[in-house]
């Protein structure tokens, strides 16, 4: 994974951001493997004397494709989460110099 650190000179994001922003996006990325993985693994016909069949046996295929899609996040996956944080930490940043522009604005503050 590649470290991505703000522009020191007029960012507004903490290194705590940034690590929230990063983690956001491998979760992201881990929603989209384990939709591909459930699919991949849905397609798997299984003999019935070999692993049981049933609900037992769908709940376990279920675990494990979530469990595989987020080791590969974790481990780089297919390179989303390093797409996607550029934009996620431009979004950050505009929401932190928003609250200094607008602060305290509307009826709930």
Do not use: H
């Not at 384990?34 to 692993?51: P, V, W």
């Not at 609900?55 to 595989?68: I, N, V, Y």
């Not at 080791?71 to 110099?97: C, H, I, K, R, V």
Request: proline letters at 4%; zero cysteines; a negative charge.
């Amino acid at each position: 994974m590649p470290q991505i650190n703000a522009d020191p000179a007029g960012s507004t994001l903490t290194q705590s951001q940034i690590a929230r922003v990063r983690k956001q996006a491998e979760d992201y990325e881990g929603v989209f493997l384990n939709t591909l993985t459930k699919q991949m693994f849905s397609s798997i016909k299984t003999d019935k004397d070999a692993m049981g069949g049933g609900f037992g046996e769908e709940t376990w295929r279920s675990m494990q494709a979530e469990q595989l899609a987020n080791t590969m996040a974790q481990n780089g996956g297919l390179g989303l989460a390093d797409q996607l944080m550029p934009d996620l930490l431009a979004m950050q940043e505009a929401a932190n110099n928003q609250s200094k522009i607008m602060p305290n604005m509307g009826a709930y503050k």
